[in-house]
């Protein structure tokens, strides 16, 4: 008679099936965090019921509570060529056209608030200088006189996202077209946004954005 | 902990120890498991998915012409510091003795309040609606291009909000949010004129207001 065999099950467990599974979670969040860099104003954004999400392919202008303006657009490649045409045409307000390092580390910095005569130094400088920089400074200067040059930024940066966006629309129907979005703190007077949005307006750009967070709901 | 070959394991035992000893096909994959799970536990944490949402505005383009409103379906809505809100209906009385202008805030029994009662038209129009889409006979899409229509019919509320030099911004936000929440799509954002202005420093005066 044939030994009844116990089958015996082996004290460890497969966990290939888990580990996978692991594995293209890790490689799913890695691919689709985007870091964010350290905000250079903060700003408390008001509240709003709307549930409508912020789009992709942004420029965004921030007005911190003092109605210090900074400037700030998604694009590596558009940034590049924006702060080329900065550089060409302000050299004078610059003092001196940028480097080539200047207009990479340029490319990769987020938002900032400083007038031409203050970019070079804020883009050779280290993350904390830049912060007490930021603190310091006045913001982009949004008067006429002696000159308005949140005009020539968003203007230069509006025409080169949508040059861009005509560019790969064709091949690619996920590009989105290039979006404005404002994002004021709270306590802004409302006269410093409603400057702001004239000179977008006067820019050609005719949709905006305000940037809230949702409400909570009140039980 | 993460072994992958399992199985198989038993049962060699004899035949090993005649042939020269072999190195082990298996590679100990735990701190690799473990790598992996610490970025995991990384990514997940630091991964917001949640953008901010956006309240969409599309200013007036500065023309010369200018709309007449009916003065039955226009309400005035002028916002000032100190989370003032005034309102006045149809056109401003510009007699000091006898204006228009009421003053109250931004809360759900002020200016939400005030602009329901004059959007009566929309708001009936729309209940039905409301009551088909909760039983399910009316699709997102339907229902939205439905509203859209009535929304932009000439009965509708037609809101003109103002602004003076001491508004904040949070305020204009939550008027904009207002305009949401009371279905009026009809809504123009201008600067305050001064006899507005005049009148309501004079509602300050009179009602010493600060």
């Known amino acids: 008679m044939p030994k009844v065999k116990l089958p015996r099950s082996s004290p460890s467990i497969d966990m290939t099936p888990m580990v996978d599974l692991a ?29 409508t ?14 109605g210090r ?22 050299s004078a307000q610059l003092g001196g056209k940028l480097s080539g390092d200047d207009i990479m580390r340029f490319a990769v910095m987020g938002a900032f608030g400083v007038p031409y005569s203050q970019l070079k130094q804020y883009i050779e400088s280290n993350e904390e200088q830049r912060k007490a920089m930021n603190t310091q400074s006045k913001g982009i200067p949004i008067d006429s006189l002696p000159h308005d040059e949140l005009a020539d930024w968003v203007q230069y940066g509006y025409n080169l996202a949508l040059s861009d966006w005509y560019d790969k629309k064709d091949k690619n ?17 409302y006269e410093v946004v409603k400057k702001v949005i004239d000179i977008c307006q006067k820019a050609g750009i005719q949709h905006f954005d305000l940037i809230t967070s949702m409400k909570m709901k009140k039980n | 902990m993460a072994e992958v070959n399992t199985g198989g394991d038993g049962g060699h035992g004899r035949h090993q120890k005649r042939r020269a000893k072999k190195l082990p096909t298996r590679i100990d994959m735990t ?17 917001t998915f949640s953008k901010p949402k956006v309240i969409e505005l599309t200013p007036p383009v500065k023309t010369n012409d200018s709309t007449k409103i009916k003065d039955t379906l226009a ?11 005034y309102y006045y209906n149809g056109e401003l009385k510009q007699d000091p003795d006898s204006n228009n202008i009421n003053l109250t805030d931004l809360s759900d029994n002020g200016i939400r309040k005030v602009i329901l ?73 201008i600067d305050a004129s001064k006899p507005e202005i005049l009148m309501i420093t004079d509602y300050d005066n009179k009602h010493n207001i600060k």
Do not use: W
């Not at chain 1, 999400?53 to 003092?66: E, F, Q, R």
């Not at chain 1, 303006?69 to 302000?90: A, C, H, P, W």
């Not at chain 2, 701190?31 to 991964?47: A, C, H, I, N, S």
């Not at chain 2, 399910?136 to 229902?143: E, F, I, P, R, V």
């Open chain 1, 23 to 51: 594995f293209l979670l890790v490689t799913f969040f890695m691919l689709t965090t985007k870091f964010r860099p350290e905000e250079a104003v903060s700003v408390t954004i008001p509240f709003s019921v709307s549930q």
């Open chain 2, 75 to 85: 309400l005035t809505v002028i916002l000032s510091g100190n989370n003032k809100v």
């Open chain 1, 53 to 66: 999400k912020l789009p992709d392919n942004v420029t965004t202008v921030s007005i911190d509570s003092a």
């Open chain 1, 69 to 90: 303006v900074f400037y700030d657009m998604d694009g590596k490649d558009t940034r590049i060529e924006l702060i080329q045409k900065i550089s060409d045409n302000f």
């Open chain 2, 117 to 189: 009662q004059r959007n009566g038209y929309v708001l009936q129009q729309l209940a039905p609606l409301d009551q088909q889409r909760q039983t399910q006979h009316l699709s997102d899409s339907a229902y939205e291009k439905a509203k859209q229509k009535i929304q932009a019919s000439k009965y509708a509320l037609f809101v003109i909000i103002k602004t003076d030099s001491v508004a904040k911004y949070v305020n204009v936000v939550a008027m904009l949010d207002e305009m949401n929440i009371c279905n009026v799509d009809k809504y123009a954002l």
């Open chain 1, 173 to 189: 129907a996920q590009v989105t077209p290039p979006r404005f979005a404002i994002k004021a703190d709270g306590n802004a007077k």
């Open chain 2, 31 to 47: 701190p690799m498991v473990d790598l992996g799970f610490l970025l995991l536990t990384f990514f997940m944490l630091t991964t």
